[in-house]
């Protein structure tokens, strides 16, 4: 009969009937009965696992659409920057961690998670900076958007970067009134030191994966969609698969992988296609995902790629990390080998040339149902909207950019161009398709943080105050759609998860309390008490003493 039967809840379906039920039976990996408590009840036999909900909701399992799992797994072994308010507290977590880790001359330090948005003196950290902290060691430290780092004097010789650097196509190397650079490196100037970290092996993977599974587990994430080559390099990528694909199948995978491949070489991509690699292939716990391609950087950063120039940057543009012709060379080649493809553009310059190329390739290599993806699609002005709807193309959101990025939205890029910039109620009111992600561990990974910024486009503290753009504001059940059918569209699994319904897989997620039933300020208070995988209880949350 059942394994699992889940009662006395408020089950929250993400179908249109039943959108609402009490209590769920599951055998197996599978959903098998959805209903009231008083019939469900009756399924119950000696093996059967009983969960008494309580009134908490029970919604299908959390599924992200675009993170970096083994990024996030890395960020454990690195100065944690998020919380600085300034250049002088990152000298100083610098100066403690090397101290506190015993860390000897010569040995790199890395850190990530600074944001000159949330300074008093909003610049860059430079070399110089560094050099105080760290003067023996070379040091490099990662914005939190991942698209600019800064590094110290020893960093940058190692890199092989001095007075007489050419700046490199596709990124930017910073250089003062004198032309030494600063130590600021943008996009793919950053894989100079980045490039330099030593390479990650199949156990080290696999720790990473297992390490970072656990925790997403806790915050109700039941599968992800992650672009981890990007953290570890295109060439780890047998690597990488053959480390997802033994857990899978050694049973120690506890969450649904999709692997987001960033191959923006063709050699590259020819390799991984020569390699019989096509998106949806795989098993129950890993599949390959779409080809990934970044186009640009981030607004806070003042990389994303704009049409008019920055509003408080008159000479600044953006950086555009692959050209046009790149693009359609390598969204060219995915379309004839019909791999999907999900490609990163935050800037409106950036996401037009992403949809011509979408256009224009559809037109060459027609397909049935390619679902192409724009990651992040941040700013949309109305003819970028209306090519969204009449090209039935997807957009990959993370509403959790809102509480770190409105203030800076609001100073790089004006009042006129920040209307534009995260309209996700004008995205479903146009019909348009949204997937919910993180982009952790620039964000936090955790769904309930996501829905809560979707929902009121505020911060944790309630600032600003009524929201920011709150017309743009979504509705609570368009929020939890993102985040589970919204995203199991993307991967072609919408009639496989994302809702709970008779015959789907047994991915489930009970939280704290009735989140329909709650402020919307409290959104991000409420916690995960259960997160069922294939109908096992992979997560459950220890009781409050």
């Known amino acids: ?153 020893e960093a940058l010789k190692k890199a092989g970067i001095d007075r007489a650097a050419v700046p490199m196509e596709g990124g930017n190397i910073a250089v003062d009134a004198r032309g030494v650079p600063t130590g600021v490196l943008e ?143 390598l969204v060219g080649l995915a379309a004839e080998h019909d791999m999907q493809c999900a490609v990163h553009a935050i800037g409106d310059a950036a996401v037009k040339m992403v949809l011509e190329v979408y256009q224009e390739t559809a037109r060459r290599h027609p397909r049935t149902d390619p679902r192409y993806r724009v990651i992040h699609a941040s700013m949309a002005g109305p003819r970028i909207l209306d090519r969204f709807e009449n090209q039935e193309v997807i957009a990959d959101i993370q509403p959790s950019f809102i509480p770190s990025d409105y203030i800076l939205v609001d100073r790089h890029l004006g009042p006129k161009r920040a209307a534009w910039t995260y309209r996700w109620r004008d995205f479903i009111d146009r019909g348009i398709r949204l997937a919910g992600g993180s982009d952790c561990p620039v964000e936090n990974y955790e769904p309930l943080e996501g829905i809560h910024a979707a929902v009121t486009r505020q911060d944790r503290n309630g600032n600003p105050p009524g929201g920011w753009n709150p017309a743009q504001c979504l509705e609570l059940g368009e929020a939890l759609y993102i985040y589970t059918m919204g995203s199991a569209y993307c991967t072609f699994e919408e009639n496989e998860k994302g809702s709970i319904a008779e015959g789907k897989l047994a991915d489930l997620v009970a939280l704290s309390d009735d989140i329909t039933a709650i402020d919307p300020p409290r959104i991000a208070d409420l916690k995960v008490d259960l997160s069922v995988v294939g109908g096992k209880i992979v997560y459950r949350r220890e009781p409050q003493t």
């Not at 769920?24 to 009756?42: E, F, K, S």
């Not at 915050?219 to 698969?241: F, H, K, M, R, Y």
């Open 187 to 329: 996009e793919n100037a950053m894989s100079l030191v980045t490039g330099l970290q030593p390479p990650l092996d199949k156990e080290k993977l696999k720790s990473l994966i297992k390490s970072a599974s656990a925790a997403f587990l806790a915050a109700g994430l039941t599968s992800v969609q992650t672009d981890d080559l990007a953290s570890v390099g295109g060439e780890l990528a047998p690597v990488l698969i053959d480390a997802y694909r033994e857990l899978e199948a050694a049973g120690e995978l506890p969450l649904r992988v999709n692997l987001q491949a960033f191959l923006p070489e063709p050699e590259q991509l020819r390799s991984f296609l020569g390699r019989g690699h096509r998106t949806g292939q795989g098993g129950d716990y890993f599949k390959i995902g779409p080809l990934k391609l970044l186009t640009d950087g981030s607004i806070g950063g003042r990389t994303a790629l704009v049409s008019a120039p920055y509003e408080d940057s008159p000479d600044t543009y953006g950086v555009s990390v692959l050209a046009r012709g790149e693009v359609e060379e």
């Open 1 to 153: 009969m059942s394994d699992l039967i889940f009662y006395n809840g408020r089950i929250i379906t993400m179908e249109e009937k039943p959108a609402e039920a009490e209590a769920v039976a599951v055998t197996g990996d599978r959903i098998t009965a959805v209903g009231r408590t008083n019939d469900l009840i009756n399924l119950q036999e000696n093996r059967t696992t009983m969960v008494d909900l309580k009134g908490r909701a029970l919604l299908p399992g959390f599924n992200d659409s675009h993170m970096h799992l083994i990024g996030y797994a890395l960020t454990a072994e690195k100065v944690d920057l998020r919380h600085c308010s300034g250049v002088d507290e990152i000298v100083e977590a610098v100066r403690n961690f090397v101290r506190e880790n015993r860390v000897e001359a010569g040995q790199w330090v890395f850190g990530w998670g600074w944001d000159q948005g949330l300074f008093s003196d909003p610049r860059l950290p430079t070399r110089e900076d560094l050099d105080q902290a760290a003067p023996d060691h070379p040091v490099a430290i990662i914005r939190t958007c991942l698209h600019v780092l800064s590094a110290n004097t």
